[in-house]
Each structure stands twice: as structure tokens, then as C-alpha cells.
T-cell receptor
Framework: ETGVTQTPRHLVMGMTNKKSLKCEQH?????MYWYKQSAKKPLELMFV???????ENNSVPSRFSPECPNSSHLFLHLHTLQPEDSALYLC??????????????????FGPGTRLTVL | AQSVAQPEDQVNVAEGNPLTVKCTYS??????LFWYVQYPNRGLQFLLK??????LVKGSYGFEAEFNKSQTSFHLKKPSALVSDSALYFC??????????FGGGTRVLVKP
């Protein structure tokens, strides 16, 4: 349960604010992910990092900026967000993401999420 | 094209009765299939996965799922539901050569 932590758990921000979400994993994994969970919509994969390198950007607007300084930490920097960006943002990690388009059988472990409200 | 579908938004079941949460997939090749559960105000927790081998997979908290290739299904089951099983359940698939894709989720409500 404490393998992947996220801070803050709740965040309220105005459209002109700049804030950052933090994720940390203590599982020795090499891959980390950002997901967006909105009401009545499937989980949306936003970004994937494998060994600190971004391997996937799922057409995410530039107002979301990820950063992965090392395999244990992942940030999501937020600026000039819109009210429709309000959602639960989930971080996950796994041992690795297979490259060259290969799927992975590795289980992803999720953090508790950050509930973001944009006013 | 949708890779994985959960046809029921909500499933209601009485405590002690069998619980089934349906999942169907539509991908080519041999898929990898997962079930996750999300309790209120929590992240997703892994329940079980099918990669290869025995079609019946046993997972955490007494859950199991059966991979049925002919029906392209991977339904989640529990013989006797508990009130504490009330949560949001997600089926997910990794199509060959692709990334994990989640279904829309099914809310399970177990009534005492």
C-alpha cells in the first residue's frame, strides 16, 4: 500500500497558478506513469517514463509538464490549467516498460492519487 | 477501437451471494489481461492477471477470473461477496505490442 506515494492528496488551484504533483515509488521499479481519472471516463494514460526517459506522451496538452529526475521520483508540473482538468491524477510504477512497441506483463502499482480541483 | 469493455456500470449483489463482474476484450493476438480494484479515495490495487497457461487465474481477496478465448472474455468472480468488496473494479488489457488500456470500470455494491 505504501509502495507508491503521492503528494499532495488534495489540491485546489486557480487557472493562473503553477503547482506540482509529486510521486515517489519505493519498489525499485524502472518505469513510472501518470494517469488521469475523470468522472465517467476510462483511465487516461498521460505519460510513461522508462529508466528516466519519457517513452510516451499520450497527446497531453503542454500545460501538463512531467519531470522524472530519477527512477524513484516523478513530477507533474501544472500551469494555466482549465476547469476541465479537474480530476484524480494517479501515479503508477512497474518494473519496466518493454521498448520497441512490446507490451509488458509487469503489474503496475498505483499511488493513492491527487484530487485536483481547478477553479 | 475500444480494446476492453465492461458492459455493466454497476453490479448489485447481496452479501454471501456470488459476484461476477464482466469484461470483454477485442484485440488481436494473445492479450495480457488484468483486474484492478479501487476503493473510495484510494488508488488502484492489483487483483490478478492472465498472461498464459491455466485459463483460471486466482488472485487477491478470494477473487478469480477465467480467460475465455472463444468468447473473448475475462470475467471476475468471487463465490461469496462481502460488504467490504464494494468498490470500483477495472479490467485492463495489454494488446500485443501495446500499452495497458483500461475499461470504463464497474461499480460493485454489496448489500448486507
Amino acid at each position: 500500500e505504501t509502495g507508491v506515494t503521492q503528494t499532495p492528496r488534495h489540491l485546489v488551484m486557480g487557472m493562473t497558478n503553477k503547482k506540482s504533483l509529486k510521486c515517489e515509488q519505493h519498489l525499485g521499479h524502472n518505469a513510472m506513469y501518470w494517469y488521469k481519472q475523470s468522472a465517467k471516463k476510462p483511465l487516461e494514460l498521460m505519460f510513461v517514463y522508462n529508466f528516466k526517459e519519457q517513452t510516451e506522451n499520450n497527446s497531453v496538452p503542454s500545460r501538463f509538464s512531467p519531470e522524472c529526475p530519477n527512477s524513484s521520483h516523478l513530477f507533474l508540473h501544472l500551469h494555466t490549467l482549465q476547469p476541465e482538468d479537474s480530476a484524480l491524477y494517479l501515479c503508477a510504477s512497474s518494473r519496466e516498460v518493454l521498448t520497441s512497441g512490446g507490451g509488458s506483463t509487469d503489474t503496475q502499482y498505483f499511488g493513492p492519487g491527487t484530487r485536483l480541483t481547478v477553479l | 477501437a475500444q480494446s476492453v469493455a465492461q458492459p455493466e456500470d454497476q453490479v448489485n449483489v447481496a452479501e454471501g451471494n456470488p459476484l461476477t463482474v464482466k469484461c470483454t476484450y477485442s484485440v488481436s493476438g494473445n492479450p495480457y489481461l488484468f483486474w484492478y480494484v479501487q476503493y473510495p479515495n484510494r488508488g488502484l490495487q492489483f487483483l490478478l492477471k492472465y498472461i498464459t497457461g491455466d485459463n483460471l487465474v486466482k488472485g487477491s481477496y478470494g477473487f478469480e477470473a477465467e480467460f475465455n478465448k472463444s468468447q473473448t472474455s475475462f470475467h471476475l468472480k468471487k463465490p461469496s461477496a462481502l460488504v467490504s468488496d464494494s468498490a470500483l473494479y477495472f479490467c485492463a488489457v495489454v494488446p500485443a505490442g501495446n500499452k495497458l488500456t483500461f475499461g470504463g470500470g464497474t461499480r460493485v455494491l454489496v448489500k448486507p
